[in-house]
């Protein structure tokens, strides 16, 4: 810390370390997005609440869950053409849709190793799972500033279980409807 006399501020994560991918799947449970504190004591107990708060059943559970959902070649093409509307929707549009945060050359980088990733991509049928396309999502997030990179991979995650939700009730879906 400095010798400010100011309150500085701190991103924190939890998750699994993965020894096949290294695409830092972060869940919401395991973020903290902002802490803000004036000493090391209060930078120590706000780690030990968020660590003491990670559920590592649930999230390794969640993650597990998004293999057993599949989007067909039509409905994933559907579905990249509204994340490409998303980003044009006016504000009160977008605040009834579940929001993404990846850009434009990110979708462009998700769209692509569909195709070509010699781990993620689709099925022989056209097919993907969620697990695949979260981890295309999180593939193309690697290209994110450091300043954004936890935030958009905290949405990648959220924004793939509401997806996961949406097939698993027949809940309406804006990206796939």
């Known amino acids: ?7 500085e501020k701190f991103k924190i994560f939890i998750g699994y370390k993965n020894k096949v ?8 449970d395991g973020f903290s997005n902002e802490i803000r504190i004036g000493s090391i004591s209060a930078l120590e107990e ?13 999230h390794l559970g969640m993650m597990e869950r ?5 989007l067909s070649e039509k409905q994933f093409a559907h579905f990249i ?18 929001p993404i945060k990846l850009n ?13 990733c010699p781990n ?6 056209g097919s993907i799972n969620l697990w695949k396309l979260y981890n295309l999502f999180t593939g193309a997030n690697k290209s994110t500033y450091i300043d954004s990179f936890l935030d958009r991979s905290v949405n990648a995650f959220q924004f793939t279980d ?3 939700k949406s097939l698993d009730d027949g809940r309406s879906n804006w990206f796939l409807s």
């Open 21 to 28: 991918c290294t695409n830092l799947c972060i869940s919401t």
């Open 1 to 7: 810390m400095y010798s400010k006399k100011s309150l």
């Open 162 to 164: 509401q997806l996961r």
């Open 66 to 70: 998004m293999s057993m959902y599949q």
């Open 120 to 125: 993620f991509s689709r099925n022989k049928d």
């Open 46 to 58: 706000n780690m030990t609440e968020l660590f003491y708060n990670y559920n590592r059943e649930k």
């Open 81 to 98: 053409g509204k994340v490409r509307m998303y980003q044009h929707l006016d504000k009160s549009a977008q605040k009834s849709v579940f």
């Open 104 to 116: 434009d050359s990110q979708i462009n980088n998700v769209v692509k190793d569909y195709y070509n």
